[in-house]
């Protein structure tokens, strides 16, 4: 059975930290690309970063680069968002998701993810 288990949300003041940790188990972690997504209430999903299997390439969209880190422990089964400089227009809840390092699509395409976790809230106060 995969599971996707995010935690380390929560409520922080603008400017602040965060660092969110997605925990995989029921497959070879190591074969899967993996990909963080947000969802505010009224708005779409959107895209925040992504990790390819073996950590070698890294994507995000302008509105996080240089303030977000995403990063994989293999070993542990375990993918990272470190979010920095944190804003107001942060808050959402926070979601991981696999795909397998066969697909070609862009790692920022939804559709080409199979499983999702069921997410972990991250407020920022301003």
């Known amino acids: 059975q995969v599971q996707l288990v995010e935690s380390g949300g929560g409520l922080v003041q603008a400017g602040g930290s965060l660092r969110l940790s997605c925990a995989a188990s029921?497959?070879?972690?190591?074969?899967?690309?993996m990909g963080w997504f947000r969802q505010a209430p009224g708005k779409e999903r959107e895209f925040v970063a992504a990790i390819t299997w073996g950590g070698g390439h890294t994507a995000y969209p302008d509105s996080v680069k240089g303030r977000f880190t995403i990063s994989r422990d293999n070993a542990k089964n375990t993918v990272y968002l470190q979010m920095n400089s944190l804003k107001p227009e942060d808050t959402a809840g926070y979601y991981c998701?696999?795909?397998?390092?066969?697909?070609?699509?862009?790692?920022?395409?939804?559709?080409?993810?199979?499983?999702w976790g069921q997410g972990t809230q991250v407020t920022v106060s301003s």
């Open positions: 029921g497959r070879d972690f190591s074969s899967y690309d």
């Open positions: 998701a696999d795909r397998h390092y066969s697909r070609r699509g862009s790692l920022s395409d939804q559709d080409q993810y199979a499983y």
